[in-house]
């Protein structure tokens, strides 16, 4: 019989379909009986589990003043109960809701098993491959363990851990690397077959749009595969076999030769098939950390070099010929008397240079007020329409810097980078896992497979350029995921929010529940509001006339039968249709408002003033209750969730990836100098929303006793109608500044500033 807790939840979590077992999931409970079956457990045994396990749902949150009793005394969850930090065991559990203070002679009882000689034998095949430092729950059996264990609060739920602590298995996310010939495989050896050159290079391009990848940028022409320096960089490394996919050379090569904005220079697609999505500039910055980090300092020192190199000359005034203008075509420019002949030179030198940004509001402002362009206006590291540019080429230097941080701390000599892939399923494959889908990080952009004398380990990196992320840009109910709340969850929100002061009772219904926090609701007493408003006949005639005279000019996306004034009859029909709250209502709702500030009928301006106002009122109301709904469950949660690929506080926290921010190396070492404590549901505990700042901001706070406070401001919260008093609730959340820095601080701590 395996009673080894470890296995059972990465066996159960294995067998689950997202491989994130629900204990509260019938079926989910239907896997882990036929697991237990499997462990070789009886049915008495089974059926004590399960029970154990439904009793750990069916436990209450602590009360309001129950987590302010635990937050004065200093107390941290420990998995069974709550307990001083400084202090083995546990004083207090959470029962039915309560904090109720724990028998001690029960505590020594379970901390006294620690010492007694473990049941789980190592060498057998099921147990082969288990974390070598764990240990069950206080020492008790399997059942037991799993009656003390408020399910929620696991953290991880399940890992499991090499013998040098290196994770293989977590969620049921295999990260395991077989040994395979990556540097030889086909996936890095083959050429970019798709587009072939001579369809890359018979590409059109979009009427009226500037650049494109038939228009390269004027000299020289980059051409990675047959550089001599490239050349001589693969010949150092022993390529072949490949550190990287060869035909990232290419894929690099068509991005630096093309410029522009349009479609046919922005999406991936068109340099090479297959391509996914994404902001094509950043994209290119992770090809150049791709190939970077997969080469020993001195040949990635020449890589860049070669590219930096590559870069300059197409905007070099003294080149032969010049790749950007000259001074002698500046001084023709300022020397002309004529501000409109001016301005035509300047358009004229933009055509003649069309990867640079030199017709721009600024310079045709200086340039017609007679102004020479300053340093700024000219620097054209920054003022360019490169595909691959100085900005992208120096984050990718930086993020380089963060990765070797991270491998030499983490896989110190004798390992060593054997490959470095994209995120792509063939690349990811190629390194030796065979399941791209459901084994790899959520937020990764790239891998390194790192060769040890133990065999191949996997690397999952996150790539930032800097701090400036936006985390969310979207509506309350994406975020937060309401259309797909359980009544489970529901339940849970109500109760953690009923005795919250801070939040208000928005529809009436005498208790704060997700219907107070909803733009979706918002939106409908909005949307009834203004409906109602118009739906006095007298009111429709007078909008009819207010168009006809031209004091109204209803949007486009009304649909209304142009051409007006005056309204045609099928016009006039469609009116009515809005009216009667039919069609874009955003913009149906910003005609009313139009209505109310146009009317000559003062008891209507009255009326409508009050609607107007009534909606600010309600939409001010609804966005404080929204940004006051994160600090509660189920929402945080889903909020956190929501966020991970921008910026995965869990994965890094429990080391399945690392984020390359800048130069810094944001990992599972440098979180926990940051944030002070050792496992994810303590920070996810510390995380709070401070309204007292304007735009709020999400706040990890550490109050332990004996030792340092600490807070650190995650990110800004900026909750707004996106057209005041007519426009959806949008909910935006920014990186704040002074969570990089202190990143940054603890980064230079954990890793001494990569010295």
Known sequence: MNTNINDILVEWAYRVKDGKPNPKSIGDKIVLESVLKDFGWNIVQRDELLKNLTEADENKPLSKNDKKKVKDMGLVWKGRGYGKPNQDGIQFKNVDGKLVAVDKKDDKKSGEKLDEPSEFERDTPSNQGASADFQRDGGKSASDSAKNVEVKQQAPSNIQKDENG????????????????????????????????????????????????????????????????????????????????????????????????????????????????????????????????????????????????????????????????????FEEIYNEPDAAKRLRKLQELQDKYPHLKIETAATKKRIKNGQQLTGTNKNWKVQNNLIVNHGWLEAAKKNNEAIDKYIKKKYPPPCTVENSAWDTKEDFESLGNDNYEKNKGGSSDQYLKVSCEDGPHLVEISLKKDGNIR?????????????????????????????????????????????????????????????????????????????????????????????????????????????????????????????????????????????????????????????????????????????????????????????????????????????????????????????????PSIVYRLDKEGGEAREIRIASINVRQDGQGYGRIRLDMDLESDFENQMRDCDSKVHGGGE
């Open 471 to 695: 985390l969310t840009n979207s509506s309350p109910s994406k975020l937060f995921d309401y259309p797909n709340l359980t009544d489970e969850e529901k339940k849970q929100f109500e109760d953690a929010t009923e005795n919250d002061d801070t939040m208000e009772d928005v529809d009436g219904d005498g208790k704060i529940t997700v219907a107070d926090v909803s733009e979706a609701e918002f939106n409908k007493r909005m949307d009834e509001r203004y409906v109602d408003y118009m739906k006095d006949e007298d009111k429709f005639n007078e909008l009819v006339k207010l168009i006809n005279e031209g004091k109204i000019s209803p949007a486009s996306e009304l649909k209304i039968p142009k051409p007006y004034p005056p309204l045609s009859e099928e016009g006039i029909a469609r009116l009515r249709q809005l009216q009667q709250g039919k069609g874009d209502s955003r913009k149906r709702n910003k005609m009313v408002m139009d209505f109310i500030n146009a009317t000559e009928n003062e008891e209507w301006r009255e009326d409508g003033k009050g609607v107007i106002e009534d909606t600010l009122e309600d939409s001010k109301t609804t966005q404080r209750n929204i940004v006051n709904a994160m600090k509660h469950e189920p929402l945080k949660s889903k909020l956190l969730d929501n966020i991970r690929e921008k910026l995965p506080l869990k994965s890094l926290f429990e080391n399945e990836e690392m984020m390359a921010l800048d130069d810094i190396s944001f990992d599972d070492d440098v979180m926990k100098e940051c944030f002070g404590v050792d496992n994810w549901n303590e920070l996810k505990e510390g995380l709070e929303v401070d309204d007292s700042t304007d735009p």
């Open 166 to 329: 290196r994770i293989e298995v977590i969620d049921g996310k295999d990260k395991r690397l077989k040994k395979s010939d990556t540097g030889n495989s086909q996936t890095y050896t083959e050429e970019l077959g798709s587009p072939t050159d001579e369809e890359f290079d018979s590409k059109t391009p979009d009427e009226n749009k500037m650049g494109h990848p038939n228009e390269p940028v004027p000299n020289p022409k980059t051409d990675l595969d047959n550089d001599e320096k490239m050349k001589k960089i693969l010949k150092a490394v022993g390529s072949p076999p490949y550190k990287f996919p060869k035909k990232y050379l290419k894929l690099v090569s068509r991005m630096m030769n093309s410029h522009g904005t349009s479609a046919a220079v922005t999406k991936l697609t068109n340099y090479i098939k297959g391509g996914g999505a994404g902001q094509i500039n950043s994209q290119a910055g992770e090809l150049l950390t791709v190939i970077g980090s997969s080469l020993p300092p001195k040949e990635r020192e020449e890589f860049f070099n070669l590219i930096e190199e590559q870069l300059d000359a197409q905007m070099d005034p003294n080149g032969n010929p010049p790749t950007a203008p000259t001074d002698k075509e």
